[in-house]
C-alpha cells in the first residue's frame, strides 16, 4: 500500500513492462540502472541475432543475472521475437521453459534491429493461434512501416489496417500495445477488454514533438514509435493517470552510444532507466494524481500477466537533482534523457 506525503511518496516495488538492455557492455553499463528501481522487467529480445527460442532466451537471461551488480534482487522477465520463420513447436516450448513470458512483434524495418521482423501478419497467423492456445501474451510494436503512411500517422494506421483484425480473430489471446503514443491508441485499447492492454513511456508522457526541434535537432529526443502533438500527450497522462489496468509502465529504455545517435542517420531510443519511476512520479505529482501512480507502477502489469505484485518497496522524495552529462565509459557512452538538467524527484529508499 502506498504512502504519500507531500514531499516522499513510498509504494510497492514497480516493474518495467518494456525494456532493452541490449548486451555485452552496453548490457554492463546500463542493468544497474534499471535493477535498482524495478523488481522486473520485460526483456525486449531485438539483439543480433534475435533471440527466436527458449534456449536463446535461456543463454541471455543468464548473461543478464551475471552482469547484476552484487545484492541486486532483479528479474529478467524474457520474450521471443516472432519472425515468418518461428515454429509452432517454438511457442510451446517457451511456454513450458518457465522463463518466456511474451513474444514480441516487430514489423520489419520499424525500428532498432527490426530487419527480421514480420512483414506480413497473415504467415504468422498459426504461430499466433498457438500463442492464443498456450496463453503466451503477443507484445506489438504498433505501427506500419508503409513508406507512403506518414511517420506521425504510423500507429492509427496500424490499429486501422491489423489490430483490429487481430483482436477479432484471436479473441482470447492477451495481447499488449506498446509505448502507445496517440489519443487513437488509447480509444482502442479502453474499448478492446480487458486482454488488451497498452505500456506508456515516460518520455511520451512528458514531451511532444517539439521536443525534437527546440533550438535545432536534438536527436537524443528521437525515438520510434516518434513523439507526437500535444493533445495525444495529454491523452496519453490522462489513460495513465486514469486508474485503468489495462495501462501500465513501460518504459521503452533504449540505449544507443552517443555517436551512433549524434550521426547522419541516427538511431532511434531514448535512455530514461537512469530515472524512470523519478519521471513518471513528476508527471504524476504534476497532474494531482501521486496517489495512483503505485496502481500503473506496481499493480497492472503484474495483474495483465499472472503474477504476483513485488512484496518491498521504493521511496521517492520530491528533492531536485541534476543528471549527469553522459553515462557510461568509452565508446559505450549514452546521453541520458534531461541530461545537465534537474529531475524533481529522487529515489531516496529500496527495501
Given at each position: 500500500?502506498?504512502?504519500?506525503?507531500?514531499?516522499?511518496?513510498?509504494?510497492?516495488?514497480?516493474?518495467?513492462?518494456?525494456?532493452?538492455?541490449?548486451?555485452?557492455?552496453?548490457?554492463?553499463?546500463?542493468?544497474?540502472?534499471?535493477?535498482?528501481?524495478?523488481?522486473?522487467?520485460?526483456?525486449?529480445?531485438?539483439?543480433?541475432?534475435?533471440?527466436?527460442?527458449?534456449?536463446?532466451?535461456?543463454?541471455?537471461?543468464?548473461?543478464?543475472?551475471?552482469?547484476?551488480?552484487?545484492?541486486?534482487?532483479?528479474?529478467?522477465?524474457?520474450?521471443?521475437?516472432?519472425?515468418?520463420?518461428?515454429?509452432?513447436?517454438?511457442?510451446?516450448?517457451?511456454?513450458?521453459?518457465?522463463?518466456?513470458?511474451?513474444?514480441?512483434?516487430?514489423?520489419?524495418?520499424?525500428?532498432?534491429?527490426?530487419?527480421?521482423?514480420?512483414?506480413?501478419?497473415?504467415?504468422?497467423?498459426?504461430?499466433?493461434?498457438?500463442?492464443?492456445?498456450?496463453?503466451?501474451?503477443?507484445?506489438?510494436?504498433?505501427?506500419?512501416?508503409?513508406?507512403?503512411?506518414?511517420?506521425?500517422?504510423?500507429?492509427?494506421?496500424?490499429?486501422?489496417?491489423?489490430?483490429?483484425?487481430?483482436?477479432?480473430?484471436?479473441?482470447?489471446?492477451?495481447?499488449?500495445?506498446?509505448?502507445?503514443?496517440?489519443?487513437?491508441?488509447?480509444?482502442?485499447?479502453?474499448?478492446?477488454?480487458?486482454?488488451?492492454?497498452?505500456?506508456?513511456?515516460?518520455?511520451?508522457?512528458?514531451?511532444?514533438?517539439?521536443?525534437?526541434?527546440?533550438?535545432?535537432?536534438?536527436?537524443?529526443?528521437?525515438?520510434?514509435?516518434?513523439?507526437?502533438?500535444?493533445?495525444?500527450?495529454?491523452?496519453?497522462?490522462?489513460?495513465?493517470?486514469?486508474?485503468?489496468?489495462?495501462?501500465?509502465?513501460?518504459?521503452?529504455?533504449?540505449?544507443?552510444?552517443?555517436?551512433?545517435?549524434?550521426?547522419?542517420?541516427?538511431?532511434?531510443?531514448?535512455?530514461?532507466?537512469?530515472?524512470?519511476?523519478?519521471?513518471?512520479?513528476?508527471?504524476?505529482?504534476?497532474?494531482?494524481?501521486?496517489?495512483?501512480?503505485?496502481?500503473?507502477?506496481?499493480?497492472?502489469?503484474?495483474?495483465?500477466?499472472?503474477?504476483?505484485?513485488?512484496?518491498?518497496?521504493?521511496?521517492?522524495?520530491?528533492?531536485?537533482?541534476?543528471?549527469?552529462?553522459k553515462i557510461g565509459m568509452g565508446a559505450e557512452m549514452i546521453v541520458p534523457l534531461r541530461a545537465g538538467e534537474e529531475i524533481s524527484w529522487r529515489l531516496v529508499g529500496v527495501g
Amino acid at each position: 500500500m502506498s504512502s504519500i506525503t507531500t514531499q516522499e511518496i513510498s509504494i510497492l516495488r514497480p516493474d518495467d513492462w518494456h525494456l532493452h538492455l541490449r548486451d555485452g557492455a552496453m548490457l554492463h553499463t546500463v542493468l544497474p540502472d534499471t535493477a535498482v528501481r524495478f523488481g522486473r522487467a520485460i526483456v525486449m529480445p531485438n539483439l543480433k541475432p534475435p533471440v527466436s527460442s527458449a534456449a536463446m532466451a535461456q543463454a541471455y537471461r543468464e548473461r543478464i543475472l551475471a552482469a547484476l551488480p552484487k545484492g541486486s534482487v532483479f528479474t529478467p522477465l524474457m520474450t521471443l521475437y516472432l519472425t515468418e520463420a518461428t515454429p509452432i513447436e517454438a511457442i510451446r516450448a517457451a511456454k513450458e521453459s518457465g522463463i518466456v513470458h511474451a513474444v514480441k512483434y516487430y514489423p520489419a524495418g520499424a525500428t532498432t534491429n527490426s530487419e527480421n521482423g514480420v512483414r506480413d501478419l497473415k504467415k504468422v497467423y498459426p504461430v499466433l493461434a498457438a500463442m492464443e492456445h498456450w496463453d503466451l501474451p503477443l507484445l506489438l510494436h504498433g505501427e506500419v512501416t508503409d513508406p507512403v503512411v506518414d511517420v506521425f500517422d504510423r500507429e492509427a494506421v496500424f490499429i486501422e489496417r491489423h489490430l483490429i483484425a487481430l483482436r477479432r480473430d484471436f479473441p482470447a489471446l492477451r495481447m499488449v500495445l506498446e509505448h502507445v503514443t496517440t489519443s487513437a491508441a488509447v480509444d482502442f485499447v479502453q474499448s478492446a477488454g480487458a486482454r488488451t492492454a497498452a505500456t506508456i513511456t515516460a518520455h511520451h508522457l512528458l514531451l511532444n514533438r517539439n521536443a525534437m526541434f527546440q533550438g535545432g535537432i536534438r536527436p537524443h529526443h528521437y525515438c520510434l514509435p516518434i513523439l507526437k502533438r500535444e493533445r495525444h500527450r495529454e491523452a496519453l497522462v490522462q489513460a495513465a493517470i486514469s486508474g485503468n489496468p489495462q495501462f501500465f509502465l513501460g518504459t521503452d529504455s533504449a540505449p544507443h552510444p552517443q555517436n551512433a545517435k549524434e550521426s547522419a542517420c541516427g538511431c532511434a531510443g531514448i535512455y530514461t532507466a537512469h530515472a524512470a519511476i523519478e519521471l513518471y512520479a513528476e508527471v504524476f505529482a504534476k497532474a494531482n494524481a501521486l496517489d495512483r501512480l503505485e496502481a500503473f507502477a506496481s499493480r497492472h502489469g503484474p495483474a495483465f500477466y499472472g503474477l504476483p505484485c513485488n512484496t518491498d518497496s521504493i521511496t521517492l522524495r520530491h528533492e531536485s537533482w541534476c543528471v549527469p552529462e553522459k553515462i557510461g565509459m568509452g565508446a559505450e557512452m549514452i546521453v541520458p534523457l534531461r541530461a545537465g538538467e534537474e529531475i524533481s524527484w529522487r529515489l531516496v529508499g529500496v527495501g
